[in-house]
C-alpha cells in the first residue's frame, strides 16, 4: 500500500499534462479533514495518508505519495443544506447563528452551504430563511487564525486558541486593572487545554459513494 505524506497547495504550479494523468482521490469534507485516513483512490488502489496533524485537503490539492507519484484530490459530493434569504440581513442573521454554533461553512454568492444537520436544518427555518437539500461538493471557509479548518480534536487547535487568547488580552487587557470597589478574592481555575486527534493511534478507513453522497468509516 502507497503511503501519502505530502501535500500540494492547489495553486502550485505543476504541468497541467502531470495533474490530469494523476489518479483521484474523491472523499468528502469529513475525510479530507483528516490527517490519518486508509481511502481508496478512483482506480480502486488503496493508500495510506499520513499528514501532518490539522491539515485539510481542498478540490484540486495534489498529493505526493511515497513512491514519487502523484495523487489529485477531488471534493466529492456529498448531502449538503443550501441556505438563502429574501434580504441580506437575513442571511447574515442566518451566518451569525451558525458562527455561534461553531459550524463549517462555504460563503456563496447569496447563499451558504453546510453539510446535512437536521437540527441547525430546523434552527435556520426558524430564522426565516429559505433552506434546501442538495447533492454536491462542499468547500468551507478556511479558519480564521489559521490557514485551514481546524477542529479542537486537532493538535492545530492549541495555537489558534493561544492566538485567540492573545489577541483578546490585547484588547480588553486594561479592563481588569480597575478598581471593582468591593472588596473579594478573584480566583480562577483553568483546566488545561488537551487537544488530540480521535484517529491517532490507527487510520479510519473511508469509502465513497459519489451517487448517494454517502460516506463509511
Partial sequence: ???????????????????????????????????RLRAALATGEEVALFLP????????????????????????PETVLLVSADTPQALMRAAYHLGNRHTPV??????LKLEYDPVLRDMLLRLDVHVAEALMPFEPEAGAY??????????????????????????????????????????HSHDPVHPHDGDC???A?????????????
Fill in 1 to 35: 500500500m502507497r503511503r501519502i505524506e505530502k501535500r500540494l497547495d492547489a495553486a502550485a504550479r505543476i504541468a497541467a499534462p502531470l495533474v490530469r494523468r494523476a489518479p483521484a482521490l474523491v472523499l468528502p469534507f469529513d475525510d479530507r479533514k483528516k490527517s
Fill in 53 to 76: 496533524r490539522g491539515s485539510v485537503l481542498r478540490h484540486g490539492d495534489l498529493l505526493v505519495a511515497n513512491d514519487g507519484g502523484m495523487i489529485r484530490v477531488e471534493a466529492a
Fill in 106 to 111: 462555504e460563503v456563496g454568492d447569496g447563499f
Fill in 146 to 187: 489559521g490557514g485551514g479548518h481546524k477542529h479542537g480534536h486537532d493538535e492545530t487547535f492549541a495555537e489558534d486558541y493561544a492566538l485567540a487568547q492573545q489577541v483578546f488580552h490585547e484588547r480588553h487587557g486594561h479592563d481588569h486593572s480597575h478598581d471593582h470597589g468591593h472588596d473579594h478574592p478573584h480566583t
Fill in 201 to 203: 493511534c490507527g487510520l
Fill in 205 to 217: 478507513s473511508s469509502t465513497h459513494d459519489g451517487k448517494s453522497g454517502k460516506h463509511d468509516h
